[in-house]
C-alpha cells in the first residue's frame, strides 16, 4: 500500500502470514484468518468465525482496542467498487437492526472488493 493512499484512509490487502503472526494470540481454536486489511495503523481481519476491528490509539498506538464482530449480528453490507474519478472503493457494514452501517472502510484500487464481498456472502449468508 502506498503511503498516498494511506494518508487517504484508503486500506491495502495484508497477507496471512503477517496477520497471524500479529494478531494470532486473538483466535480461538479452529479459527483461521481468510483475509485482512491495514488502514494506516488499524486493521480489520475477516476469520472463519467473525470480522476483527484493530484500533489503534494514541500518539504511539500502545494502547488498542479489539472489536469482534459475529458474522450472524451482520443484518446487511454493501460495496461500492472505484470508478474513473473515484479511487477508492467502500464497504459499509450494518450491525443488526441500526439504520446507519456501523462499520464504513474504503479500499485502494489494489483490493479486489470482490473478494471481500465473496467472504462476507459466504459468512453472512448462511
Known amino acids: 500500500m502506498g503511503i498516498f493512499s ?3 484512509g484508503n486500506a ?3 497477507s496471512q ?4 503472526k ?3 494470540k486473538l483466535l480461538i ?9 491495514k488502514l494506516i495503523r488499524d486493521t480489520f481481519i475477516f476469520t472463519t468465525k467473525r470480522l476483527i476491528l484493530v484500533d489503534k490509539q ?15 449480528s451482520i443484518s446487511r453490507f454493501s460495496i461500492e467498487t472505484a470508478g474513473t474519478f473515484d ?14 452501517p456501523s462499520i464504513k472502510k474504503q479500499f485502494n484500487k489494489s483490493v ?14 448462511k
Open 6 to 8: 494511506a494518508i487517504l
Open 12 to 14: 491495502g490487502t495484508v
Open 17 to 20: 502470514e503477517d496477520l497471524q
Open 22 to 24: 500479529d494478531y494470532g
Open 29 to 37: 481454536e479452529g479459527e483461521q484468518i481468510e483475509l485482512g486489511f
Open 58 to 72: 494514541g500518539l504511539t498506538g500502545n494502547k488498542i482496542e479489539y472489536k469482534s464482530v459475529s458474522y450472524k
Open 87 to 100: 479511487l477508492d472503493a467502500e464497504l459499509k457494514i450494518w450491525v443488526s437492526s441500526e439504520q446507519m
Open 112 to 125: 479486489n472488493v470482490y473478494d471481500v464481498h465473496n467472504v462476507l456472502a459466504a459468512h453472512v449468508l
